[in-house]
């Protein structure tokens, strides 16, 4: 039977292999975006942008010194009986230590750091009951450069696609090279304004090659990105082919008088990762395997 310190342990080596190691999806479009630029300058920038992803890998430490915050995304058994969030908290904890991570957690008001990347809702968790047997935990690592760029517009439904666009047009011309780019797009379209910002959250969340089920959808992801990497911003904001290595979009139905559309804006360095604990203890990292 799975216990709490199973989580604990499998939490560390989750976070361990998420800021060490890009997914394959977000490394093969920074790659492919290396190999297709023909300006020098960004050519350039990109293949910094590789090399440091290689030098993580062979090192094993961080790719970025900035380990972001923890978000986490947990699927439970119906019959789970672990302390699974405190696994995850002792968890974040101890990877600080051991990873490490940079202690980026601080009060809002006072900025007090506690030194370990855990306080009031910190890590945050986002819980979900499945009728799988075994527990899941996605979790993202996200600095405050790229979160920084993040919007939200409330709409009016008279504003349409074409204002839907021309948002997120001018969210990523505002954001220019602040980001960090090439940069990744999570937009969330509909609910209210909290619901619209935790969608474009958990849009970062699926394979940048994978579109979304719906048809319109999908299509407004393509001519998005193909428009946003027409802005020339591209790598670092020097130029070039690539501003954007891609863009998820999830939506949800909303009220007639309403349109709420938001923006969060991830860093190239794409950071995700998700464990599955088995009944048995087996780990199993898909994201990350290896």
Same mark, same amino acid.
């Given at each position: @039977?799975?216990? =709490? ?7 560390? =080596? ?21 190999? /297709? =630029? +023909?300006?020098?300058? %960004?050519? @350039? ?23 972001? $915050? ?6 439970? %058994? ?32 006072? !900025? ?50 074409? *204002? ?5 047009? /001018?969210?990523?011309? !505002?954001?220019? /090279?602040?980001?960090?780019?090439? +940069? ?11 619901? /619209? ?8 969340? !699926?394979?940048?090659? $994978? !579109? ?13 990105? =193909?428009? &946003?990497?027409?802005?020339?911003? *591209?790598? &670092? ?54």
């Amino acid at each position: @039977m799975v216990d =709490e310190k199973d989580v604990q342990n499998a939490v560390v =080596e989750l976070l361990r292999r998420t800021v060490v190691r890009l997914p394959k999806d977000v490394e093969s479009a920074i790659r492919k975006a290396y190999a /297709s =630029e +023909t300006d020098e300058v %960004p050519k @350039m920038q990109l293949k910094a942008i590789v090399d440091n992803i290689e030098l993580a890998k062979k090192t094993n430490t961080p790719m970025c010194q900035d380990t972001g $915050v923890t978000i986490f995304y947990v699927s439970l %058994p119906r019959e789970c009986r672990a302390d699974v969030e405190k696994g995850i908290v002792e968890g974040v904890r101890r990877a600080t230590k051991e990873v490490p991570l940079r202690p980026n957690a601080v009060h809002p008001i006072t !900025r007090k750091n506690p030194g370990d990347n855990v306080g009031d809702k910190m890590p945050y968790i986002n819980w979900k009951v499945w009728d799988k047997d075994h527990i899941e935990i996605t979790v993202m690592t996200k600095g405050a450069g790229s979160e920084n760029m993040s919007q939200l517009a409330m709409l009016t439904p008279s504003a349409g696609l074409k *204002g839907i666009k021309e948002f997120a047009l /001018s969210t990523v011309l !505002r954001a220019g /090279s602040n980001p960090c780019p090439p +940069t990744i797009i999570g937009m969330g379209i509909g609910g209210s304004a909290d619901i /619209s910002m935790k969608l474009a959250k958990e849009a970062l969340l !699926r394979p940048l090659d $994978v !579109r979304n089920k719906d048809p319109e959808v999908a299509k407004l992801e393509t001519e998005l990105l =193909e428009a &946003m990497n027409m802005l020339g911003i *591209g790598p &670092m904001g020097l130029g070039g082919k690539t501003t954007m290595l891609g863009l998820n979009i999830e939506y949800a139905y909303c009220h007639t008088a309403s349109l709420p559309v938001a923006i969060n804006v991830q860093c190239w360095a794409g950071r995700r990762g998700t464990v599955r604990i088995h009944k048995d203890g087996k780990l199993e990292f898909p994201t990350h395997e290896g």
